[in-house]
């Protein structure tokens, strides 16, 4: 993982739940996890001066992603593993005023119509994932009642018939199909009579051309039958005409 890529964020005083899964990811990538795990235990297969040098190199890519408001707190560390215990002991506790703020915003989470059904489906993912992070994992039934729960009454019609057919009456997230649905939300074709409707409207028109096409070739007929008209007019009259030279 690239640390420089943008994908991660700065830590600050309320987003600890989500910095810390990609904390933990970049340190794993760059093979510095070993001392938050071991702590001042050093492995057998490193001298002490390995040791320690691991330890800073792991603070400081720690250090590096923690934003300048709170940096105070971590500047004269320099064990990776105490390092990372003190932003526990600063930030977990806040995880129950967190949890119930994610739970607020799960179950007030409502889809609007016209807006992008994937960002709404992305939403809500995201914040199920940021309750896994707090180890508060929502099981796939409340999962699929919470985001059925979610659709606007324009949808009422796909709530009653996933409910209506999930097996037992338990429903879950791979019964909840809105691929199909979902696109044609999105294109504005709720139905098959929209598409009906298109389907006529290519119909009148490509039939208005067709019309158009039979007056023109009639009146195209029209015009060589006046002009063979006058072709025979004019020749009759030629032949009426003597010529004494």
Request: glycine share 4%.
């Amino acid at each position: 993982m690239d640390d420089s890529s943008g994908a991660m964020i700065k830590l600050t005083s309320s987003n600890y739940s989500i910095w810390k899964p990609r904390m933990e990811d970049i340190l794993f990538c760059k093979d510095l996890y070993e001392p938050i795990e071991n702590g001042s235990e050093k492995p057998e297969d490193k001298t002490e001066k390995q040791w320690e040098v691991l330890h800073r190199k792991a603070v400081a890519i720690i250090r590096q992603w923690i934003d300048q408001s709170i940096f105070h707190h971590v500047a004269k560390d320099t064990s990776a593993d105490e390092l990372w215990q003190k932003l526990e002991s600063m930030y977990e506790r806040q995880l129950a005023q967190n949890k119930a703020s994610l739970i607020r915003r799960i179950v007030n989470l409502k889809y609007k119509d016209g807006h992008s059904v994937s960002e709404h489906l992305s939403d809500f993912q995201g914040l199920v994932n940021q309750l896994t992070t707090m180890k508060l994992a929502l099981d796939d039934e409340v999962q699929a009642l919470l985001l059925l729960s979610s659709l606007s009454d324009s949808w009422e019609t796909l709530v009653v018939s996933l409910s209506n057919s999930a097996p037992n009456g338990k429903l879950t997230r791979d019964n909840i199909m809105l691929n199909e649905k979902a696109r044609r939300k999105e294109l504005g074709i709720t139905s098959e009579s929209h598409a009906l409707v298109a389907d006529n409207s290519g119909s009148r028109g490509r039939s208005r051309n067709r019309n158009f096409n039979f007056k023109n070739s009639q009146n195209r007929s029209n015009s060589r039958g006046r002009s063979k008209g006058r072709s025979k007019s004019l020749s009759r009259q030629r032949g009426e005409i003597t010529c004494y030279h």
